[in-house]
T-cell receptor, first 113, second 114 residues
């Protein structure tokens, strides 16, 4: 039972480069989200999706794009990486309805130099 | 929008003692309050949650209390063990409205000394 899988686990980018962080879940959850975790800041919501074809912005969306073409996948795209995007990124999925536990992936540690 | 404040940011206890972490939230419409534990190098994992129609919930050594009037909720860990050492996050979510997102506190680093 894989749950939520994030790739890569580690990544170093140069300023201005673009890349995509992958997230896949095998639990048929409708709701998926991306958070970034910075020291002393907790987890802040970047983007979320309530189902295939539907995405919306969270608290800190600038510099990131998302798409949701399937229920399983929710990639996060950095268009032009900046040092301020150095962080640990977590993807989470949640079933709709009464069971509201969010399941998190193992995270991607991104460094922008 | 919702804002969640969490205290303390660090907490050190002796093995066997109790630990209490407190959170307050701002949106009175929030109705779901989970607690997550994050071990080093891993993603957060749910340890206990409470919904707004319940005042207290217990699971072995872990309990959560909710005071909706005061808009605060707390995590209580009794008989702490070294493996309880981790970062703990509280969160709040408003279900039923247009915003069903989890808003997290900034975390508490708990250290349990043997």
């Amino acid at each position: 039972n894989a749950g939520v899988t994030q790739t890569p686990k580690f990544q170093v980018l140069k300023t201005g480069q673009s890349m995509t962080l992958q997230c896949a879940q095998d639990m048929n959850h409708e709701y998926m989200s991306w958070y970034r975790q910075d020291p002393g800041m907790g987890l802040r919501l970047i983007h979320y999706s309530v189902g295939a074809g539907i995405t919306d912005q969270g608290e800190v969306p600038n510099g990131y794009n998302v798409s949701r073409s399937t229920t399983e996948d929710f990639p996060l795209r950095l268009l032009s990486a900046a040092p301020s995007q150095t962080s640990v990124y977590f993807c989470a999925s949640t079933p709709q309805g009464g069971n509201t536990e969010a399941f998190f992936g193992q995270g991607t540690r991104l460094t922008v130099v | 929008g919702e804002n969640v404040e969490q205290h303390p940011s660090t907490l050190s206890v002796q093995e066997g003692d109790s630990a209490v972490i407190k959170c307050t939230y701002s949106d009175s419409a929030s109705n779901y309050f989970p607690w997550y534990k994050q071990e080093l190098g891993k993603g957060p994992q749910l340890i206990i949650d409470i919904r707004s129609n319940v005042g207290e919930k217990k699971d072995q050594r872990i309990a959560v209390t909710l005071n909706k009037t005061a808009k605060h909720f707390s995590l209580h860990i009794t008989e702490t063990q070294p493996e309880d050492s981790a970062v703990y996050f509280c969160a709040a979510r408003n279900y039923g409205g247009s915003q069903g997102n989890l808003i997290f506190g900034k975390g508490t680093k708990l250290s349990v000394k043997p």
